[in-house]
């Protein structure tokens, strides 16, 4: 058998999706290359320089007592009966993770594989996560988890934080500016459902087939209205300016997160639930969300004092981190948390109910930026969907 | 080589200066092998994409640091090879952390082998080798480099090189004889 045998052989194999995944392929990286920051070349010399420096910082932080404490801190935490993997070899529940880094937002399969959809700044899955929608500048796109774009609606000005609405996902909102608009599943019928809003994420009534969202508007007021007829349904005063609007899986309680020390819960009709979250003087809530299928309000707060962030899941502190644990997203059954921990350049995989197991991913900078030095910003996690 | 020689050069000069036809020049006559040769060590069609992806984009972000008097393809090919190997190893580990307590709820699709049915003799013999031979014999005999490239590529010695295409050569030669026949 000769070498042009062999060479024949290989080359006459069909590889299937050629062509698709050419075209997909293109789609990304001619993105990536739109919007590449390239480096003059007289400032290599002065970026090597730079990039020397940064390393002798870096080396020498490690080596600073809070440099181990953060090291000793996540030997104590982690070592003994978690498994710290090399890479982000698997998720520990099913579906499907949406990442969203500097890069734009990728897929994390459930075998731990992933795909950069395209060069989006946010996105979220759609009901049952056959699409996702993401923002890039004015445009709003719905894309495959292939990275298949399916639409697009362009709009005048920037816009950001579009959500889809509960299956059967019919609806889609999302902010240009002051505006809060709503746009058609099928990428039709785009238009303006209310004016003077917050910059903060909308939130759909998690309830098959309802059209009802929660949004603050400039105001600090929280507004909850039926989407398709523009009806408001009611509105509260949270006492102090919303960060954050999130529903409970099944719909019966809405939390809002404030800047502020107190953080309201209502019920769905709008009458308050209770005292809802306290939190200290001094302590920020980064991230909240509701345990599926339960009442039970998970969140992470961080204490500007300490330097330190608690997750707190159902009144009990389950876990605490040095710098911020930026995400608090449940696995699709409720048995996992999972938070970024920009600190530590880890994803932190927590087992519950209490903290019954870990999983540590490791390096997750470099993870979400192929060809990168690691250096690049946090990634955020946007969802886990669906089981 | 694909896409070697000056038209090449001109191309990655082009697109370090920004000319987005000259990247996509760039990229449509590198897709084609790199993906080829990402599926043939990872066998899997969608590991195949993301692995040649994420090797265009690391190409994307080292762009500016590439000497455009050096060819693109060994630089690219030898990203794409050592991505595929990782992806591989990675699947390898994913099936042993699936045996392990932390995990739950791995639906039945998760359990088994993710790669494509391979029909094809000569791709299951390839299958037959570990992700590093397949590696070798990918370099060698679809993207063309020589026994000292491919070494210099994968930081192996010469003969670690020669003896893996050996022993591919003859786990290959048996199913080629029996498609000749």
């Known amino acids: 058998m000769s070498d042009r045998d062999v060479r024949d052989a290989l080359l006459a194999v069909r590889v299937p999706g050629e062509l698709e995944a050419q075209r997909r392929g293109w789609t990304v990286v001619r993105e990536a290359y739109a919007t590449r920051d390239p480096v003059p070349r007289h400032g290599r010399r002065l970026r090597l320089v730079v990039a020397f420096a940064v390393l002798a910082a870096l080396v020498a932080a490690a080596l600073s007592p809070p440099g181990r404490s953060v090291g000793g801190w996540i030997r104590d935490r982690v ?32 075998d731990g594989s992933k795909r950069l959809l395209g060069n989006y700044e946010d996105a979220s899955f759609s009901p049952n996560a056959l699409y996702v929608v993401a923002t890039q500048g004015r445009r709003v796109v719905a894309v495959t988890p292939e990275g298949d774009v399916r639409w697009t609606v362009t709009r005048p000005t920037p816009v950001s934080d579009a ?26 019928g785009d238009r303006l459902l209310a004016a003077d809003v917050a910059p903060v994420p909308p939130a759909w009534l998690p309830a098959e087939g309802r059209t009802v969202l929660a949004y603050a508007d400039t105001r600090g007021r929280i507004r909850v209205v039926d989407a398709d007829s523009g009806k408001q349904l009611w509105s509260a005063d949270p006492g102090a300016t919303p960060e954050q609007v999130v529903w409970s899986a099944n719909a019966g309680l809405l939390l809002v997160v404030t800047a502020g020390r107190r953080h309201p819960l209502y019920r769905a009709d709008g009458r308050p639930a209770g005292r809802g979250l306290e939190t200290a003087q001094g302590q920020d809530v980064l991230d909240a969300a509701f345990a599926p299928r339960t009442r039970e309000i998970a969140y992470s707060v961080y204490d500007a004092e300490s330097g330190r962030s608690s997750i707190v899941v159902g009144g009990e502190r389950i876990q605490q981190g040095e710098g911020r644990l930026e995400d608090v997203v449940f696995s699709p059954n409720g048995r996992w948390l999972v938070t970024g921990w ?42 886990w969907c669906c089981s | 080589m694909a896409g070697a020689g000056r038209d090449e050069r001109a191309w990655v000069r082009g697109a370090q200066a920004g000319s987005a036809s000259d990247f996509e020049a760039l990229f449509r006559a590198h897709w084609p092998r790199a993906y080829r040769a990402a599926y043939l060590v990872v066998h899997d069609a969608a590991g195949a994409e993301d692995v040649a992806q994420e090797a265009f984009l690391a190409a994307v972000r080292a ?116 498609e000749e026949r």
């Not at chain 2, 455009?68 to 390898?92: K, M, Q, Y």
């Not at chain 2, 060698?140 to 026994?147: A, D, G, S, W």
Request: hydrophobic share 40%; aromatic share 6%; no cysteine.
């Open chain 1, 342 to 383: 920009p600190e530590a350049d880890q994803l932190l995989f927590i087992r519950l109910p209490g903290v019954s197991g870990y999983v540590v991913v490791p390096d997750v900078r470099r993870e979400f930026d192929p060809g990168g030095v690691g250096a690049t910003e946090f990634p955020r996690i946007v969802g």
């Open chain 1, 163 to 188: 959500r889809w609405a509960p299956s059967p996902g019919y609806r889609v909102a999302y902010r240009e500016g002051e505006t809060l608009r709503v746009v058609v599943g099928n990428g039709t």
């Open chain 1, 79 to 110: 070592a003994g009966e978690e498994a710290t993997e090399p890479a982000l070899v698997r998720l520990p529940s099913a579906g499907r993770l949406l990442v969203v880094s500097e890069q734009g937002p990728w897929i994390v399969r459930h």
């Open chain 2, 63 to 178: 762009l500016d640091r590439f000497d455009s008097r050096r060819p693109f393809g060994p630089w690219l090919h030898r990203i794409v090879v050592n991505r595929a190997i990782d992806w591989t190893r990675a699947r390898s580990l994913r099936r042993e952390v699936g045996a392990g307590e932390a995990i739950d709820d791995v639906p039945a699709e998760g359990r088994g082998d993710p790669a494509i049915p391979l029909p094809d003799d000569v791709v299951s013999a390839l299958a037959s080798l570990s992700p590093d031979h397949r590696a070798v014999v990918v370099l060698r005999y679809v993207l063309e480099y020589t026994p000292g490239e491919i070494a210099r590529m994968l930081e192996l010695p010469r003969g670690t090189v020669n003896s893996r295409l050996r022993r591919a050569l003859d786990a290959l030669q048996g199913s080629i004889g029996r």
